[in-house]
Nanobody, 128 residues
Framework: QLQLVESGGGLVQPGGSLRLSCTVSGFTSNYPAIAWYRQAPGKERKGIACLSTSDGRTLYADSVEGRFTISRDNAKNTVYLQMNNLTPEDTALYFC?????????????????????WGQGTQVTVSS
């Protein structure tokens, strides 16, 4: 069974940076995509960044395009989310996800795929 464990969240000031990590047990290349989602208090969970495991293609939600970067280190079975120029609107619980039958799509300003495996989340709080 695929297991994902996020880390790297915390409290950061507006304009700051954080790098989240998602360590995956299992072979991520068996699945077409791995992604980061986030859920702000009182809101739905939304996909913000996705990486295709076959060709490395990336997709981003409009709200994070140009500020966030998803990447992977296959040797460490880890996927990262580098987050720069953070704002209070980025405050959320961040999840990584994988095990989908298809690659991600861009839809209505967010990214999406039917992921079956999720991590437990790591909290990011942006506040002065």
């Amino acid at each position: 069974q695929l297991q994902l464990v996020e880390s790297g969240g915390g409290l950061v000031q507006p304009g700051g940076s954080l790098r989240l990590s998602c360590t995956v047990s299992g072979f991520t290349s068996n699945y077409p995509a791995i992604a980061w989602y986030r859920q702000a208090p009182g809101k739905e969970r939304k996909g913000i960044a996705c990486l295709s495991t076959s060709d490395g293609r990336t997709l981003y939600a409009d709200s994070v395009e140009g500020r966030f970067t998803i990447s992977r280190d296959n040797a460490k079975n880890t996927v990262y989310l580098q987050m720069n120029n953070l704002t209070p609107e980025d405050t959320a619980l961040y999840f990584c996800a994988s095990n989908s039958p298809t690659a991600c799509i861009y839809y209505n300003k967010y990214i999406w795929a039917d992921f079956a495996s999720w991590g437990q989340g790591t909290q990011v709080t942006v506040s002065s």
